[in-house]
């Protein structure tokens, strides 16, 4: 899609990586209620938010994404008692680290969405794909001549 | 006499031998071997001098070979908490980060540590082997092969040959861009407060050929009483005047380091959220990936094949290799800072500061340091912690 | 409030539809009225999580809650309310409004009410109210009563065989009561008696267990090895219009054309019809085929699906993947049709990449036996050890003491129905010993357990002997104890300060002296800021009743009872307390900030208290205070809990593995929990929640065996160094050590991965989500480097 010349128009990708039970239901529920949102995601699912390694979110900024938008059930819904609360003290560290990294940490988000929030998905994957256009390509983009 | 925990003593080696060659009384020698002769412990760990550069970790069930190795090394650097083989009752001398890695490793079940016995060691600072010998030849103009011994003493390295010794200012080494590792001029945790006794010279009065003794916990004082039951050891209480010396040496150290912290930090302290990626970026690009770092690595615990090691493809294009990510990321709360990595890279990347710089963020945000006591890494944790932002 | 209702989660007045300002709560709204006399149980947190959520949703907004008692009786419930009110900001008012009325302009509200703490009356100006109204029984019930042959309570309820002792069966044989059809109830409760329902409802044909299951045949599995060159299939569906419309799907095909290892590509109008299902079988035969992707809808609904199309023809079901090209593709870019058709191309090329590294897995069984221990042998653990034994299942009953009947041994008559202690108790200590089924053993300690679901050793001690057995289940029913009351108003320097267990002696073996002055006090030490924050929830029950004999006995005497909130929440206990009210015994409330005091002036014991309604200090001079103390989880159930371990909490109570919805069961496997050792609980909450348990354990044991998805964890011993970080992850206890060695117990893990995110040398693995797997979507993402 880059026609003839004109400057390239910054198409973000941006990683979602859902858990089964919770937000990639939520993920659908916001497809079955035909809410509209941009189409630069790609969802990855895994059993449990707390399956989502750190390592993970590096990687995917490492081959060029970027945006990550990790997410789980909500505190307390955990389809495996307290995934999610490993999943946030992750968090906690991973973010830390992009901001030592000098990552801008807007690229990085953590929600909570529950099978039925749909619009939730919906309007957070909007506010991401805002955020990330905003900032512009990650600088950890790989540079391929 | 009665030893307690929590009290402070001044202990010397009985034996005169010992005693000289010590670098403070000789009581920590002493005490090992006691520990051994009287079955305390069922072996010792200890650094093995090869020659003044070089120590070698020796494990030894021989109180002979104990008392041979009395005396610091300060040119060398080794972080003993991966020699540690806790299947047996074992003791060993431990500065700070020995025994803040040997705590990290017991988290990390590599050590069992009710069958460690820690003679805390007071620390401010080793040399780089390699940069010690070229300091030797270039600032005190001698053979590095000709050093028999060394010794720091009031501020001073002291080398000897058999031509005689020759001292001068660590602060003269250091303004000239030797002396103590990066990584030791800014550690702020000198007193080893973290093992079972925590033994050194400050406080002991002028002139006395003794070393100051804390008990920390029941198993120093186990150690302790038995070096003067068995006769190794003698002592006295600390009085309150040497406590107190003691106390404000401790604080000093502390304030040099955070000065130093603030003087070696200044080129990345400066940066901006961008410069400081462009750093990070530049800095690792020389790396080749050797695994040197993590081999060194005393909170580590993994085998030749882990996360860091095996997520390796497309690294080409990466602009970071995910080692160092993944490295940096399982480090983030653990990072004791002793400055190993940064001694073996070839490729001279100021590691132990990078790492600081990452662990200093968690460890502030979370309020965990780690190696000074059981308290679970925040990666470990299950719970939900509330988080000061 | 709800995000997906019509607001779309805002809070906004029915009349204007402005969002409030300042929205005001009444409880209690036709209920505990003489009308409607009991206590709707639910409203009281209902109220507290909506204020607390409308100020989550606007910080802004004023909440106020008009309560009469505020009754946070729950597991976790006290601190919740807490919580509203001190970090949240709710505002409570005790009291009940008389009169509401509206500012016809504004549409604004004014509720003129007393505040009963402070006896100041005053008018709250509200935007918006919310009314705690009465749960009600449902208006069907009459007509079902009838049908069923079953009686109704005065309140309309459906009527339980027996409170307190048979709170789930009703006069007719076979017909059972769950949830609010026999009084309302919150949600825990309502799962327990579920629980407890089902067990007692299978009782009748438990021989016919399991009979008319039916086994499918399946052709054998063709085997499939990691090291073999993948072929992969690629269905591409357009879903009627609702993917090809938008979707360009031919392209989509051509795109699946180009990604290595595809070896057959199809497109369909339907892939999960009969036919097009038929089709993709046929092509695995033809071409041999080793992986199959769908490009499709969600697989949510249709992974099963699809899978089961693979297993019918010999392919492993875990080879199948899906791809979701639908739900969050067509569906929510549909103005987008060039963007979604290179999105689906994307997730295309990431699901083949996935495919190419997915690898048959086996779904694993683990035999469970018929045995279970039951640790404690008091109403909660004699109530599931019979019913289980009924059930046929062989039971170890194990009892610390020398006796049978746990706390009841001590206790009178039970609230509110009077029942004697030793009714409750003495027909199932009998039933006990006389069941073939039951081993009881008294005196015993236990001294380890190790192992899990099917597989428990348990060793018990006892005076000097040892014994080790083997079972398959557990339930803990370690029961709960005063706590030590030194310190709280006198208790142990005065004599005449005495608990209410001691009184419950004293009534039950007739010595309680001529008294005067009776002075109850409760939440002692209960309620408090830190330590023991929960509330006790039988003490304001146990304080009515034993208030009621004292007047009974002496009904000159005058008996106080000094209370924070009157917890009555049990079936017919509102009654009770009213009943006792009437007939005399004062009730004066104290506020956390003003406890009583308790001290001997001139050799008398004298108490001071603050009443609010009256404005003043009043002081008596009582014979007797009797202290209702908070009550804490057994002695030893801290040691249980790490031979077990499983979770505790504040108090020594145990951690149950969903608070809502699984209530009785541990998270880890074959580990039950009822009774006291859940939570403090009266007779009739003990005893369904017991028979809960037994339902809950009767499960796996029933079946005979527990089975696990192909998605386990699983350990390479090469690189694992035994760190045991994964140990600590696990919230299933699916992860052990045995001499050093770290090892997963596939038939416990639950295959959530927690563990394998944790281990930092890739040692641990998740089978079907391993670490290259998900790599390689993430690599696909941006498509760096073609392969
Ligand atoms: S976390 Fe990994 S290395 Fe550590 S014990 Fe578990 S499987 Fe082994
Ligand atoms: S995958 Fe989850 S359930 Fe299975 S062992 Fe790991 S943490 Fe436990
Ligand atoms: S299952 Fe959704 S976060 Fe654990």
């Known amino acids: 899609m880059q026609a003839g010349g004109g400057v390239k128009e910054f198409v973000p990708k941006i990683v979602v990586f859902c858990c089964n039970w919770c937000s990639y239901a939520g993920a659908d529920m916001a497809g079955v209620s035909r809410m509209q949102y941009p189409p630069n995601i790609r969802i990855i699912k895994v059993m449990c938010s707390g399956r989502i390694d750190p390592i993970f979110v590096l990687m995917s900024f490492m081959e060029g994404t970027d945006g990550v938008l990790v997410t789980g059930c909500h505190i307390g819904d955990c389809h495996y008692i307290n995934g999610n609360y490993k999943t946030q003290n992750r968090f906690e560290i991973l973010s830390e680290m992009m901001n030592e990294l000098g990552l801008e940490k807007e690229r990085l988000r953590l929600e909570w969405i529950s099978a039925t929030e749909g619009e939730k998905f919906a309007n957070v994957v909007k506010e991401v794909v805002e955020q990330v256009k905003k900032l512009g390509p990650s600088p950890l983009k790989p540079v391929i001549e | 006499m009665n030893i307690g925990t929590g009290k402070c003593y001044l202990a010397w080696a009985t034996d005169e031998k010992t005693r000289e060659k010590g670098s403070s009384g000789g009581f920590v020698s002493a005490a090992l071997a006691a520990a051994l002769d009287k079955g305390v412990v069922e072996r010792v760990l200890v650094l093995k001098k090869h020659d003044v550069f070089k120590g070698i970790p020796t494990v030894t069930s021989d109180p002979k070979e104990v008392l041979d190795c009395a005396g610091a090394l300060h040119m060398t650097a080794i972080n003993l908490a991966k020699y540690v083989d806790s299947d047996v009752r074992i003791a060993l001398p431990a500065k700070p980060c020995d025994a803040r890695g040997v705590i990290e490793r017991a988290k990390r079940n590599q050590v069992n540590l009710d069958n460690v016995y820690m003679i805390g060691l007071n620390c401010a600072g080793t040399m780089h082997p390699v940069k010690a010998r070229k300091m030797v030849k270039e600032v005190y103009n001698l053979d590095p092969n000709a050093v028999l011994s060394e010794e720091i003493s009031k501020g001073k390295l002291i080398l000897k040959t058999s031509e005689g010794e020759k001292s001068i200012k660590i602060d003269e080494l250091e303004r000239q861009g030797y002396g103590r590792r990066d990584a030791c001029k800014y550690c702020d945790i000198n007193v080893p407060k973290m093992t079972d006794l925590a033994c050194g010279n400050w406080g002991v009065p002028r002139g006395r050929k003794a070393t100051f003794v804390e008990v920390l916990t029941e198993k120093g004082r186990e150690i302790f009483k038995n070096a003067v039951d068995a006769g190794y050891v003698e002592c006295e209480p600390a009085s309150d005047k040497s406590i107190e010396i003691r106390e404000k040496i401790d604080q000093a150290m502390k304030k040099l380091a955070h000065e130093w912290h603030e003087k070696l930090f200044e080129p990345i302290n400066k940066l901006s959220d961008s410069e400081r990626l462009e750093y990070y970026i530049n800095a690792f690009a020389g790396c080749t990936g050797c695994g040197a770092c993590k081999k060194v690595c005393p909170v580590c615990p993994c085998g030749d094949d882990a996360k860091c090691t095996m997520t390796e493809f497309q690294s080409e294009v990466h602009r970071i290799r995910m080692f160092n990510m993944i490295r940096l990321l399982h480090l983030m709360d653990s990072c004791i800072g002793c400055g190993r990595c940064e001694d073996v890279c070839p490729a001279g990347i100021p590691l132990t500061m990078i790492h600081m710089r990452f662990t200093e963020r968690v460890q502030k945000k979370l309020d965990y340091v780690p190696g000074i006591d059981m308290k679970k890494p925040p990666f470990f944790e299950t719970e939900l912690k509330e988080v000061q932002k | ?787």
């Open chain 3, 1 to 787: 409030m709800n995000a997906a209702g019509p607001t779309g989660g805002h809070i906004v007045r029915p009349s204007d539809g402005k969002e409030p300002k300042k929205v005001a709560w009444i409880q209690c709204v036709g209920s505990r009225t003489k009308e409607r006399p009991y206590c709707s149980r639910v409203c009281c947190m209902y109220a507290t999580k909506e204020a607390i959520i409308t100020k989550e949703h606007t910080p802004d907004i004023e909440t106020h809650i008009f309560y009469m008692d505020m009754r946070a009786y729950g597991k976790g419930f006290e601190e919740y309310y807490r919580r509203a009110e001190e970090q949240i900001g709710v505002k409570y008012v005790r009291g009940r409004p008389s009169k509401v009325s509206e500012n016809p302009e504004t549409g604004d509200l004014t509720i003129r009410y007393e505040n009963l703490d402070t006896g100041e009356v005053g008018g709250l100006e509200a935007n918006m109210l919310v009314l705690a109204c009465a749960g009600v029984p449902t208006d069907t019930n009459k007509e079902l009563a009838k049908i069923l042959g079953v009686k109704l309570d005065e309140n309309g309820f459906f009527q339980e065989k027996n409170l307190p002792l048979a709170p789930i069966e009703t006069d007719a044989e076979g017909i059972y009561l769950a949830g609010c059809a026999q009084g309302p109830k919150d949600i825990p409760d309502s799962v327990t008696q579920a629980s407890g329902a089902a067990a007692k409802a299978i009782m009748p044909i438990v021989e016919a267990r399991g009979e008319e299951i039916e086994e499918v045949e399946l052709p054998e599995e063709k085997e499939v090895k990691p090291t073999d060159e993948p072929r992969i299939g690629v269905f591409v569906c357009r879903c009627g219009v609702n993917i090809g419309r938008i979707v360009g799907v031919p392209a989509v095909v051509e795109y699946a054309k180009t990604l290595p290892n595809v070896t057959f590509v199809n497109e369909d109008i339907f892939t999960c019809s009969d036919d097009c299902r038929g089709r993709i079988k046929a092509a695995i035969e033809k071409y041999d085929l080793n992986r199959v992707v769908v490009a499709a809808c969600s697989p949510r609904t249709h992974e099963g699906l699809f899978r089961d199309t693979c297993r019918e023809v010999g392919l492993n079901p875990y080879l199948f993947e899906f791809v979701n090209i639908r739900d969050q593709c067509s569906w929510v870019h549909m103005n987008e049709p060039e963007e979604a058709t290179e999105k689906a191309k994307d997730l295309l090329r990431m699901g083949v990449a996935r495919a190419r590294l997915l690898e048959a897995e086996e779904e694993g069984e683990l035999s469970v036996g018929p045995e279970c221990l039951v640790i404690g042998g008091g109403i909660a653990g004699m109530t599931a050890a019979l019913e289980l034994a009924n059930m046929g299942f062989k039971i170890k009953l194990v009892e610390r003491e020398q006796e049978l009947g746990g706390m009841l041994r001590n206790l009178y008559k039970l609230f509110p129905t009077e029942t004697p202690a030793e009714e409750a108790i003495a027909p199932k200590i009998r039933a006990a010993y006389e069941h073939k089924n039951i081993e009881i053993y008294t005196g015993v300690e236990i001294k380890d357990i190790k192992g899990y679901i099917g597989n428990f050793e348990v060793t018990i001690s006892k005076k000097d002997s040892e014994d080790v057995f083997n079972i398959s289940t557990i339930i803990v029913a370690t029961g709960s104890q005063e706590i030590d009351a030194t310190g709280y108003y006198g208790y142990g320097e005065y004599d005449n300060v005495v608990t209410q267990l001691q009184l419950e002696r004293m009534l039950k073996e007739g010595t309680l002296k001529e008294l005067k002055n009776v002075v109850i006090i409760n939440c002692v030490g209960a309620r408090e800021e830190e330590g023991k924050t929960y509330c006790c929830r039988f003490g304001c029950g146990t304080s009515i009743k034993n208030a009621k004999y004292i007047k009974e006995m002496y009904p000159d005497a005058n008996v106080f009872i000094l209370h924070r909130d009157i917890r009555t929440v049990g079936k017919k206990g509102e009654e009770y307390y009213n009943d006792v009210r009437a007939n005399g015994v004062k009730f004066i409330r104290f506020s956390k900030d003003k406890k009583p005091l308790v001290f001997e002036e001139g050799g008398k014991l004298i108490v001071k208290v603050y009443d609010g309604l009256l404005r003043t200090d009043l002081e008596i001079e009582p014979d007797l205070v009797v202290l209702t103390t908070a009550t804490e989880g057994a002695k030893g159930a801290g040691a249980l809990q790490k031979m077990l371990k499983v979770p505790i909490g504040a108090g020594n109570f145990f951690h149950e593995a969903h608070v809502k919805l699984r209530p009785l069961d541990f998270a880890t496997d074959g580990i039950y929990l009822c009774g006291c050792a859940h939570s403090p609980k009266g007779v009739v909450d003990t005893i369904t929640q017991a028979v809960g348990a037994a339902s809950r354990a009767s499960i796996p044991m029933g079946v005979g065996m527990i089975k696990s998805e192909g998605i386990t964890a699983v350990i390479n011993p090469e690189a694992c160094v035994n760190c045991g970080i994964c140990m600590t992850m696990c919230p299933y206890g699916a992860i052990r050590m045995v001499d050093g060695v770290t090892e997963v117990i596939t038939a416990v893990c639950k295959g959530c991965g927690t563990c394998v995110a944790a281990c930092p040398t890739g040692a641990l693995e998740q089978r079907h989500y391993q670490n290259k797997q998900i790599a390689s979507q993430i690599k696909n993402v941006c498509r760096l480097v073609v392969e």
